[in-house]
């Protein structure tokens, strides 16, 4: 597929298994059918609600310094479209996605179902709490900006794991960070690219 030779490969994306994944998920499913011809193109699209589906490379970026297993559970805040959480569905065991806005959250599970993808359920919630009911989680993606890092998904994650997040001010470049907890606990951050993601809502107490 052309999308992943020439925005996410040529960008220096490797891992085997990502791009794989990139080229078997129909991401024109995933946008509103106006926007479908153009899916595939190099930006961020509209969804609806204030929300936007992430620009092809991104997606991979995020994906690929997860460094996903297939036996990993993984939780996602800001499930969007749902096309992150059909990407990680192929490469995880079990992917759970909260969204904040129901109708995103409705529609993103109704599209994940058709398309069989079985091993990701989605809730409409606040993402700031994370799922305490189904941590702890081998790895964590956030696809929305929240001006700090939550504590309570810092404490949902699995010693050893790691989480993806952007994070910065609204209205303002941000930063995506990977973070890694140690088997003992302690959280080692890493600054990888400036970015823009619509900002993470919800109960910043939460």
């Known amino acids: 597929m052309r999308m992943v030779e ?5 960008r220096g994306v490797r891992d085997a298994r990502v791009l794989e994944v990139m080229r ?4 024109h499913r995933f946008v509103p059918p106006e926007r479908a011809a153009q899916a595939y193109r190099d930006h961020p699209l509209p969804i609806g609600h204030g929300q936007t589906i992430s620009q092809p490379y991104i997606v991979a970026t995020m994906t690929e310094l997860l460094q ?25 065991a079990e992917v759970y996605s909260i969204e904040i806005v129901e109708p995103l959250a409705r529609r993103a599970e109704a599209v994940l179902k058709e398309l069989r993808y079985d091993n990701v359920t989605v809730r409409a ?7 305490p009911e189904h941590a702890p989680f081998d790895a964590i993606i956030v696809t929305a900006a929240p001006e700090r890092v939550p504590q309570a998904l810092l404490d949902q994650l699995k010693p050893g794991g790691r989480m993806v997040i952007p994070v910065g001010p609204v209205h303002a470049l941000q930063e995506l960070r990977l ?8 959280l080692r951050n890493r600054r990888i690219a400036p970015v823009r993601f619509v900002p993470m809502t919800g109960d910043e107490g939460g």
């Not at 020439?6 to 040529?10: D, F, G, H, K, N």
């Not at 078997?24 to 991401?27: C, D």
């Not at 919630?125 to 799922?131: E, I, L, Q, S, T």
């Not at 973070?179 to 302690?186: D, L």
């Open 125 to 131: 919630g606040d993402g700031y709490a994370g799922w």
């Open 6 to 10: 020439r925005q996410i490969e040529a």
């Open 179 to 186: 973070i890694e907890k140690t088997a003992t606990g302690e």
């Open 68 to 92: 996903p297993k297939r036996d990993d559970r993984v939780l996602e805040i800001g499930t969007g479209s749902g096309y992150q959480a059909a990407v990680l569905s192929g490469l995880v």
């Open 24 to 27: 078997a998920v129909p991401r």
